[in-house]
């Protein structure tokens, strides 16, 4: 029996590297889908016959290749918009969530953060969501502050008050979804409070839209921010939207070519959204995987992605809460966690647990996951963390199992 109605062996069929044999000819399970997930071949079909059949540099010349690429990357901007549900003129490819970010932080942070402002985030923000806005902060005499974490792993909204009512607080940015814990974030509640003080929301979407079905205008925040590579595109692509006066009215980030409308000796006037922020050549051939991704997800639907993670996830946390010695991390409630596992088993160093059960051919994440603040919160120095895509199945969920047993066997707990 297959986790859910989604068709996994022909899905499992579109994913050349599933078939690959790793230590000995074990059969690769892959768990390590927050990090970056593994790739269709029509994503790879797509890049390779870019470079084969119509490489060229776009918006520039006029020839029919440097037609055909730029039809190409500015058709992957609609399929984006339409995938979230905003306008493509506020829609800019940048290289991922952290270059996203940083952007916002340097263009928009700098103009609008002055001394004694303060920047909210939260506990569990991966070090993307947390080091740019402690660059800004020091520069700018303004203060971080943090949302805390629950001990079901969910955010303390009682805090986002409290810096609410001191009237400073220019931007509140938090993750949609934990890369540790999974949480599901209330965004919309969040977005709605800060709204109410006119307070600027910024959300990292980068676990949540290759996951969950986003609508971002009925989210309603000021800024998103998500990598491609996350949801089976490219790597060294990632998508910043944010609304159109905001903009408008923010400096460019890189400056140079494709960003401008005039450049004389002494002054320059930029170009329209969304080349403003779209210096340079961009990384034309992986937009335009990109392209094949969504259409890939679309394909399947971004429900039926949910539920099969869903099923996935129940599944193995049903299992994984049974054996001795183990601690899961993040809550029970399916409604509001992802399929993502983070846990420790009895002493074992993540390090030595993820080495183990890779000799078993199962690819787990071991380590801080870039979210040192959160570590701090669970007083850990590391955990394991199994997660999961539309590819993954039950069966792979069992060998999981019996190699954490095998672990355990080994290390006597
Ligand atoms: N935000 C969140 C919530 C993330 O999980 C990650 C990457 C990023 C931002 C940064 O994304 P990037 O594409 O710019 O690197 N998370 C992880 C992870 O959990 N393991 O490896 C990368």
Redesign the pocket.
């Known amino acids: 029996m297959q986790a859910s109605t989604i068709n996994i062996e022909n899905i499992r069929r579109d994913f050349p590297i599933l078939q690959r044999k790793v230590h000995n000819n074990k059969p690769l399970v892959y768990f390590d889908n927050?990090?970056?997930t593994q790739k269709p071949i029509q994503v790879i079909d797509s890049i390779h016959n870019y470079y084969l059949n119509y490489n060229s540099n776009i918006h520039r010349a006029v020839h029919q290749l440097a037609e055909e690429a730029t039809a190409a990357y500015e058709l992957t901007r609609d399929k984006v918009a339409k995938f979230i549900n905003v306008n493509r003129e506020e829609l800019i490819f940048v290289r991922?969530?952290?270059?996203a970010i940083n952007l916002i932080a340097y263009s928009w942070g700098r103009q609008n953060v002055q001394k004694g402002d303060i920047v909210v985030t939260t506990e569990y923000e991966?070090h993307?969501?947390i080091v740019p806005w402690q660059l800004l902060t020091k520069e700018k005499e303004a203060k971080l502050e943090y949302i805390g974490v629950d001990d079901n792993g969910e955010l303390i909204l009682d805090q986002l008050d409290d810096y609410l009512n001191t009237g400073r607080v220019k931007l509140v940015t938090v993750?949609h979804?934990s890369?540790v814990l999974g949480t599901i974030t209330n965004a919309e509640e969040i977005i709605r409070r800060c709204h109410k003080k006119g307070v600027k929301v910024l959300v990292?979407a980068?676990?949540s839209v290759p996951h969950i079905k986003v609508d971002v205008q009925k989210l309603d925040c000021d800024f998103f921010a998500f990598?491609a590579?996350?949801m089976l595109g490219p790597t060294g692509v990632?998508v910043l939207w944010a609304r159109k006066e905001i903009l408008e009215n923010m400096q460019p980030f890189n400056a140079g070519g494709d960003m401008i409308r005039e450049v004389h000796k002494y002054n320059t006037t930029w170009n329209d959204l969304p080349y403003k922020f779209e210096a340079g050549t961009p990384n034309i051939a992986d937009v335009i995987g990109f392209s094949a991704a969504l259409d890939y997800l679309e394909n399947i639907g971004m429900d039926k992605v949910r539920e099969h993670e869903i099923e996935l996830t129940k599944y193995a946390l049903e299992k994984m809460s049974v054996i001795k010695g183990i601690k899961l991390y993040g809550t029970p409630d399916m409604n509001k966690r992802g399929g993502v596992i983070s846990f420790n088993l009895g002493d074992i160093h993540p390090h030595d647990l993820a080495t183990i059960i890779d000799e078993d051919g199962v690819a787990i994440?071991s380590g801080h996951?870039?979210a040192q603040v959160l570590m701090e919160r669970l007083d850990v120095s590391a955990t394991s963390r199994a997660s999961f895509y539309i590819y993954n199945t039950k069966e792979e969920v069992d060998v999981f199992i019996r190699s954490l047993n095998r672990a355990r066997e080994l290390f006597r707990i």
């Open positions: 927050a990090a970056t991922g969530t952290t270059e991966h993307s969501n993750s979804m890369n990292d980068a676990q990598s590579h996350k990632g994440r996951h870039c």
